[in-house]
């Protein structure tokens, strides 16, 4: 899986939470838009929601991964800051398993 497709995953997902949010609270689907973190769109439930549906979509791919490991929470840099952030860290996971 190429990055391309990896972004296109999480913007689904975003989409798929914007759904169920109102028009005052949606989430902009923005390179520089705060997805987690300080000034982020989303709440730390939130989060495992959008991560459990991108794992979804993966599986349907026949990609099978963690996205919130203990890995993934510890490093400096969170890696679900942003659109760009989540892209890479799910292109680099899976990268690492193949």
Known sequence: MDVISCRQIVIQALELTNQSRSDDTQIPLTDT???FG?????????LVALLMDIEDAL????????LSDEKAMSLSRSPFK???SI????YDVIAAQA
């Open 33 to 35: 838009t705060v997805l």
């Open 87 to 90: 892209t890479q860290y799910i």
């Open 59 to 66: 599986q349907e791919q026949s990609i099978d991964v963690s």
């Open 82 to 84: 942003d659109i760009p």
């Open 38 to 46: 300080q000034d982020g769109h989303l709440d730390s439930m939130a």
